[in-house]
């Protein structure tokens, strides 16, 4: 999928959008193309994937015309996977590598959804140019946000 403009990007979404419940997690359509499962009630992203059907446009459009389809691509701190999935839908190959062990459960279940399974792969290690520290994850309450702490 390749957009034309932002609006392009704002009306695809728009235009595609639905969100559904499933257990613990808010399903969301991005970009009339893929689901994201993400935490009910999150105050950082999750509601923009419901009501928006995208995230990032200006992101969005510049990925859709520069990544070209077959690539192997690492979405380092990928959060719900909005960009994953995006990347993934585009032909290419991901290996998502989050901090967060409590957004795991949401990017497997985004797998699952999207039956990525042979495409995406998942690491649940922290990325820094550091070795041989202690390095603090920093979850913020509110949100399953983080900030990586060395």
């Not at 392009?8 to 970009?31: A, C, D, M, P």
């Not at 859709?64 to 192997?72: A, D, E, F, L, T």
């Not at 041989?132 to 920093?138: D, F, S, Y």
Request: charged letters at 20%; aromatic letters at 10%.
């Amino acid at each position: 999928m390749v957009f034309e403009n932002r609006a392009h990007v704002e009306t695809t979404g728009l235009k595609g959008r639905e969100t559904f419940i499933e257990n613990s997690f808010q399903i969301s359509k991005q970009l009339d193309s893929y689901l994201i499962a993400s935490k009910l009630n999150d105050k950082g992203i999750s509601h923009h994937f419901k009501d928006d059907g995208f995230w990032e446009a200006w992101i969005t459009l510049w990925m859709s015309r520069n990544v070209k389809p077959g690539s192997y691509c690492i979405d380092g701190g990928p959060n719900y996977g909005y960009y994953t999935f995006l990347l993934e839908k585009k032909g290419c190959e991901v290996l998502a590598i989050e901090a967060n062990p409590e957004i795991i459960p949401f990017l497997e279940k985004s797998i699952e959804l999207n039956n990525s399974g042979n495409k995406v792969k998942v690491i649940n290690k922290a990325i820094t140019d550091v070795t041989g520290n202690v390095i603090e994850l920093n979850i913020l309450p509110s949100s399953l946000n983080s900030t990586i702490i060395y």
